[in-house]
């Protein structure tokens, strides 16, 4: 078979790869514990299931317009206006199967062959695998420990080119746990200001999972409202992964185009599911705020676990829910270590490389697993640290 030469530069999602060796290790009678995945354990709220069934009983099993129906459009565009305090139109709105599509769609839609993408790094790796994909060029700002995984003004300016086509943020982000704080934020927008032309995709997936202070959003930036794309979602909030639905919020001339793209890949999003997510946005939000309470729960109790280990040092994340400790006290490289503790400890975890070049000495781990399995974790890694010569 011949594939076409793009499907070469094409990545993946190294936690499906540890997923997948993880399980061959289950089927051999270990025992592990999966802090590699980053999918909440929690169960859809029960209110949200009875919206997606009674949609299912009362004919909703039909097409639906590729942008989204037209009360999830409305509903989310009252949601975005409300928390970003910002105006949004419905028509601004297109919905998708996961956030995913968004990144995909918008890279498409803007990027041509050479153009290129400011990006963080390390960074969810999709956002380099697409922009690779269509024949970008991505450009990155390394996110430091030592900077407390923000952007450093000066870096982000000086990558800067006049190639640069599109900026990426993700604030609450992954891998690192990391925030932009609202003077991040408005620097960045005083930078952004000097190039119009430049768009930005927000990755705010996050949004409702922080710890501390008030979120911020580029979009409510003077001037930046027009030019930015907002990806948001009902997985991470509202533990919806495998309902997949997410959305973005753009530029109406935008969002026509993105919804042409729609129609040219999966049509549109299941319609109970957009029912259901009516129901997430609109409905109680009391769960969300419990399950934001558990994490802070297991983010303080993994944190301190990781920070009693020889040569680990992991700062305490200000949102979603993952630790990123330094590792490179332990004399071990990410990938390295990321093996031993897979096959010696039987715990799950993700090397920094999968996030790019920048998360060499750090592994990500997803504490959306419980505090029962958090602490035996840290257990277990401490005997194997121990073991491999850390004292």
Same mark, same amino acid.
């Given at each position: ?66 942008a989204g129906i037209p009360q999830l459009r ?13 105006a949004v139109d419905p028509a601004q709105v ?121 979120f911020a959003s580029i979009a409510a930036e ?71 309470? &558990? ?22 994340? &200000? ?73």
């Amino acid at each position: 078979m011949r594939l076409a030469s793009r499907m070469s530069r094409l990545g993946t999602e190294t936690a499906f790869s540890v997923l997948a060796k993880a399980r061959a290790l289950e089927a051999q009678g270990r025992q592990i514990i999966h802090l590699e995945i980053g999918e909440p354990d929690f169960d859809t709220p029960e209110n949200i299931i009875e919206a997606g069934c009674r949609a299912l009983r009362d004919g909703q099993t039909h097409y639906t317009p590729a942008a989204g129906i037209p009360q999830l459009r409305e509903a989310i565009a009252a949601d975005v206006a409300k928390s970003r305090g910002i105006a949004v139109d419905p028509a601004q709105v297109v919905v998708t199967p996961g956030g995913k599509p968004i990144m995909f769609f918008i890279i498409l839609a803007l990027i041509d062959e050479g153009d290129e993408v400011l990006m963080p790094n390390p960074a969810f790796p999709i956002y380099e695998s697409m922009v690779d994909f269509v024949g970008g060029k991505p450009v990155f700002v390394p996110l430091r420990q030592e900077h407390g995984f923000r952007f450093d003004l000066d870096e982000f300016k000086a990558g800067l080119t006049d190639r640069t086509r599109l900026v990426i943020l993700n604030s609450p982000a992954n891998p690192t746990g990391g925030i932009l704080t609202k003077a991040d934020i408005e620097g960045l927008a005083n930078i952004l200001r000097e190039r119009p032309e430049i768009m930005i995709l927000s990755d705010e997936i996050y949004s409702r999972l922080l710890y501390t202070g008030e979120f911020a959003s580029i979009a409510a930036e003077p001037e930046m409202a027009d030019r930015t794309i907002i990806l948001d979602g009902f997985s991470k909030t509202y533990a919806m992964t495998g309902w997949r639905l997410g959305y973005g919020v753009m530029p109406k001339e935008l969002a026509e185009q993105v919804a042409k793209l729609q129609v040219n890949s999966n049509s549109c999003v299941n319609a109970a599911t957009q029912w259901a997510g009516i129901e997430a946005i609109t409905g109680p939000q009391d769960s969300v705020e419990r399950m934001l309470a &558990e994490f802070r729960g297991r983010r303080d109790l993994i944190v301190s676990g990781l920070n009693a280990l020889p040569g680990v040092e992991c700062l305490t994340p &200000e949102g979603a829910f993952y630790a990123f400790p330094n590792i490179s006290g332990t004399g071990h490289s990410a990938a390295d270590l990321a093996d031993l503790l897979l096959n010696e400890a039987g715990v799950a975890a993700l090397a920094g490389t999968a996030f790019g070049k920048y998360g060499e000495g750090h592994l990500r781990f997803s504490y959306a697993n419980s505090r029962e399995n958090i602490s035996l974790a840290v257990s277990r890694m401490g005997e194997v640290l121990s073991k491999s010569g850390m004292r």
